[in-house]
């Protein structure tokens, strides 16, 4: 299947989003996601809140990683989304998020779902991949960034 950054399209980077509360962020995101498979974006966002629900996927540091499982979906599909202004995500961490990486499975989600979260965590837990990402300037910056930073880390999610 890849690693994370084979699956980012220049299509699923969204670069200064500029969204006034983890809602919108969640809407907008849902209809990008859409773009990309045959799964309609409403779909998509009930299944994300439905997820959001258990508990925040906010991991601190400026970073979320909203995902679910998604019936009717063909593969999985990943967006990427720098924030203008910080989200505040509800929950533990009581942070501000930036970096929100979308991810959604095929149902039952599976080892591969649980592998790429890994991936995520490994990648934002790099000191320079959050930098890096605030310096791109275009979806293909944002794609190299995760290329470079996923070439570092180990894992294959196949």
Known sequence: MGKIADLLKDQDVLIDLDVPDKDALFDVASQGL???C????????AALMRRERLGPT???QEVAVPHASVEGLDGIH???ARLKQPCFFDGATG???VHALFLIVPMPANQTH???LAEVARLFSQPDF????????SPSGIRQAFQEY?????ARID
């Open 150 to 154: 996923c070439e570092r880390s180990p």
């Open 34 to 36: 859409a773009k990309g």
């Open 95 to 97: 942070m501000p998020v």
């Open 78 to 80: 990943v967006l990427y």
């Open 58 to 60: 906010a991991l601190g």
């Open 38 to 45: 045959q799964v309609p974006a409403g779909t998509i966002l």
């Open 114 to 116: 649980l592998d790429m």
């Open 130 to 137: 959050q930098k890096a990402l605030r310096r791109a300037e």
